[in-house]
């Protein structure tokens, strides 16, 4: 089944195969960026920073890699250190067992190996934290051994040259080798996978990758037929799917905001007073309802406004803005609600939510100004 589409696209020769790296290392040569283990060639500093580099952005790295650098500038160092420290200076970073794997394997580095990390695969992958991408980008990056390092931007952009109609999972890695081995070089593997790596940040990102800037976009099977944007399947999130109505109250030129509890969800951040629709709920009862629960007041006339929507990492929810006047004035909170002004609500955080309403009541303003 896949041979099919590595035929169908590829069609690898040595000449197009020796045509493939020459772009692509071409392109890295210009366009990579200057990242500090970049300018290194220390196996210990390019393992600290693949390790670093695991679910976490090259801009979240950078200050860490220096700090640690400053801490540990090498394994000695880091073997001698205590736990505790080495945590320290991992903090924030999180997925701590990474940093507890680092030190672990330190400790194997310095009494098995002398100190040095071991230069084969079988020895490399049996270390704490040494997974098969890991293991393939030290080896590659660091000795120039001929492992291609499948993460998820390469994993994506090998997927797109094969037109390979999959949900990206590294359950398909093992397939994926076979096909390009023909297209990996005896020399500069490790620039040639730093370039693949690249590749996928920059140019052939998950959403709209800049194809027409793609050094390889003749060998690409996925671009060939318009599938990019396809390939791979996007992953379809369950969200928890939330209604909610939330109440524009304007005094003066002021709007009523109110502060979320410290604790849970979107915790001290700034919003309208609403909150959930119930089963059965019309948007104004169930604004009715919540106004009465939070400032005790009874609404006497409601106007739609509009309606948002915005997905968060756990629930997507749809928000039903309403103009509303109240029959008093509520009792209020000094340090959870405020009267605040639209130009003035840029000094306060809110839900990505809220603050597409606040951009509609902006534009709102603006064209009443205008007329
Ligand atoms: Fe990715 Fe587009 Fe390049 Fe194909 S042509 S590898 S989809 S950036």
Redesign the pocket.
């Known amino acids: 089944m896949v041979y099919k589409y590595v035929c169908f696209v590829m069609k690898i020769s040595k000449q197009n195969a020796a045509e493939f790296q020459k772009k692509l290392e071409a392109w890295y040569s210009v366009r990579h960026r200057k990242l500090p283990w970049r300018e290194t060639q220390d196996p210990y500093k390019i393992w600290i920073s693949e390790i670093m580099l695991q679910q976490t952005t090259v801009q979240t790295v950078i200050p860490y890699y220096r700090e640690w650098m400053k801490h540990f500038p090498d394994m000695l160092t880091l073997s001698r250190a205590p736990l505790q420290k080495v945590l320290k200076v991992w903090q924030g970073l999180g997925y701590y067992r990474r940093a507890k794997n680092l030190h672990k394997a330190s400790h194997i580095i310095m009494s098995d190996f002398n100190g040095q990390i071991p230069q084969n695969y079988e020895d490399l992958k049996n270390l704490p934290g040494f997974g098969p991408y890991t293991t393939a980008a030290v080896l590659s990056i660091a000795f120039d051994e001929p492992y291609l390092a499948i993460d998820a931007n390469i994993r994506r952009?090998l997927m797109?040259?094969l037109k390979w109609p999959r949900k990206a999972s590294s359950s398909i890695d093992k397939k994926l080798h076979p096909f390009f081995s023909p297209l990996l070089p005896r020399i500069n593997m490790g620039i040639f996978n730093q370039a693949l790596m690249e590749l996928g940040s920059q140019?052939?990102r998950p959403k709209n990758?800049?194809?027409l800037l793609?050094p390889?976009?003749d060998f690409?099977g996925?671009?060939k037929d318009g599938k990019?944007e396809v390939i791979p399947i996007p992953e379809k999130r369950s969200y928890n799917k939330i209604e909610a109505v939330i109440a524009i109250i304007e005094k003066n030129g002021k709007f009523l905001i109110q502060k979320r509890p410290s604790i849970g969800l979107l915790a001290d951040l700034w919003e309208f007073p609403g909150g959930k629709l119930e089963k059965g709920e019309t948007a104004e009862i169930a604004l009715k309802r919540e106004i009465r629960e939070e400032l005790g007041v009874e609404i006497y006339e409601e106007r739609f406004l509009t309606k948002v929507q915005h997905s968060y990492t756990q629930f997507q929810v749809t928000l039903y803005a309403l103009s509303c006047s109240i029959k008093m004035d509520p009792v209020l909170d000094k340090n959870h609600h405020r009267w605040v002004s639209l130009e003035g609500m840029r000094e306060f955080p809110f839900p990505s939510g809220s603050a597409k309403v606040i951009k509609f009541l902006e534009t709102r303003m603006e064209g009443n100004r205008r007329r």
Do not use: E, H, N, S
């Open positions: 952009i797109r040259l140019v052939c990758p800049l194809c793609c390889v976009f690409c996925a671009y990019q």
